[in-house]
């Protein structure tokens, strides 16, 4: 039995020879186990001109209704409520922006819509909620925390 698992892993690694590009530069290539197989020009997957700045297609939530921080011992939560003009809105999140003011930090407080026509429904119906961690090293001369709607913002002090 022992020898049959043996043979069966010296084919394994044997495989993994050929794997990656360049042939043998993979890491569980025996090759490269005690520093064999330097490759000369290390590959990567970011384009060129660095990573693209993603913008989040999201509409922003039509009111801002309530803002909350909550502290914990690492940093901050800060939930926001907020109402959607219709029901079915999703995927709700608050996505950084550059603050106006020294002091501040800003969110914009963004949904997915429903992908068909949905009732107005009741406005506790219609209420979302999304939160964001803070670490504490970001807070550092923080003092105000802003989270933007459409139609307001609404501010909490730390």
Known sequence: MRTILAFMV?????????????????????INWFGGGASARPETLAPRGGF???????????????????????????????????????????VPVAAPRRGEMAFEFRARP??????????Y????TAGAFIPGER????????????TNSRTARR
């Open 10 to 30: 010296v084919l394994t690694l044997t495989g993994c020879a050929g794997s990656g590009s360049g042939g043998g530069s993979g890491s569980l290539t025996p």
């Open 52 to 94: 693209p700045v993603a913008v989040d297609r999201r509409p922003l939530i039509e009111k801002i209704t309530a803002v909350a921080v909550e502290r914990t011992p690492y940093g901050i939560i800060v939930r926001a409520t907020g109402l959607s003009p219709t029901l079915g809105y999703f995927d709700a999140g608050l």
């Open 114 to 123: 429903p992908g068909r026509a949905m009732p107005t429904g009741t406005a």
């Open 125 to 128: 119906a219609r209420q979302i």
């Open 139 to 150: 807070l550092h001369g923080i003092r105000t925390i802003r989270v933007i709607g459409t």
